[in-house]
């Protein structure tokens, strides 16, 4: 089992910034990617972001490339997210989630989630 406690989470003004952070514990193999999800009230939930544990590859949506920065301190099994020039559309409760790619732990744990508001 893997364990992932979020923390960051507030309330801001459009045009502002804030930092996301995810502490992962547990049964972490070597292969697995960390990144963050996000759901907004009537919507799915959807990817904004993940970063690879070997060669620490990023892939981000589309509506977050340009203002938001995914990076990991290894020796920490931590994952950051530095959310920048947040817009209002940016509202939504952030998940952290962390696949293994093991043999025998090929599953996808997520966080509580932290709520993110941004007002316009």
């Known amino acids: 089992q893997v364990q992932l406690v979020e923390s960051g989470g507030g309330l801001v003004q459009a045009g502002e910034s804030l930092r996301l952070s995810c502490a992962a514990s547990?049964?972490?193999?070597?292969?697995?990617?960390m990144g963050w999800y996000r759901q907004a009230p009537g919507k799915q939930r959807e990817l904004v972001a993940t970063i690879t544990s070997i060669g620490g590859d990023t892939n981000y949506a589309d509506s977050v490339k340009g203002r938001f920065i995914i990076s990991r301190d290894s020796a920490k099994s931590t994952v950051h997210l530095q959310m920048n020039s947040l817009k209002f559309e940016d509202t939504a409760i952030y998940y952290c989630?962390?696949?293994?790619?093991?043999?025998?732990?090929?599953?996808?744990?997520w966080g509580q989630g932290t709520q993110v508001t941004v007002s316009s």
């Open positions: 547990g049964s972490i193999v070597s292969m697995h990617n």
């Open positions: 989630t962390l696949r293994n790619y093991g043999l025998r732990d090929r599953n996808t744990y």
